[in-house]
């Protein structure tokens, strides 16, 4: 119970915190917000950056963007046309194997209740 109470009011300090300084209201109020906070937090992500030795790959040029993204979107379009012309072969073989399944079930039950006296 005291684990959900700190949880509480934590989360309860975020909301306060939160309203209290205009994350919420209009969206001039949120761009200086965070232009204050940007402004705040860069000499500490400077350092930061410089203690991770870590380098991101660089981001692939537009043209391999827009290459993907059409290729990709093509794919998807081609599956699901082919899901379409065969949506009624898919249809029917699922048709036939409920009924398949149906009938076996009923004759099943037909054979049990003839034997019982």
Partial sequence: MLKFG????VLGSAVYYT????????????QVLYEELEKGMSPY???FKKKIPVELPPLPS???????FKYYWNCGVKTTFEFLVEL?????????I????????????E???????
Wanted: overall charge neutral.
């Fill in 45 to 47: 992500v400077g350092e």
């Fill in 88 to 96: 009624p072969t898919h249809t029917s073989n699922a048709a036939t």
């Fill in 62 to 68: 537009n043209d391999r963007i827009s290459y993907l």
């Fill in 111 to 117: 054979s049990t209740s003839t034997e019982k006296p």
């Fill in 6 to 9: 700190i949880k509480s009011a």
């Fill in 19 to 30: 309203v209290d300084k205009g994350v919420w209201k209009d969206s001039a109020t949120t």
């Fill in 98 to 109: 409920v009924y398949n399944k149906i009938s076996s079930a009923l004759d099943s039950t």
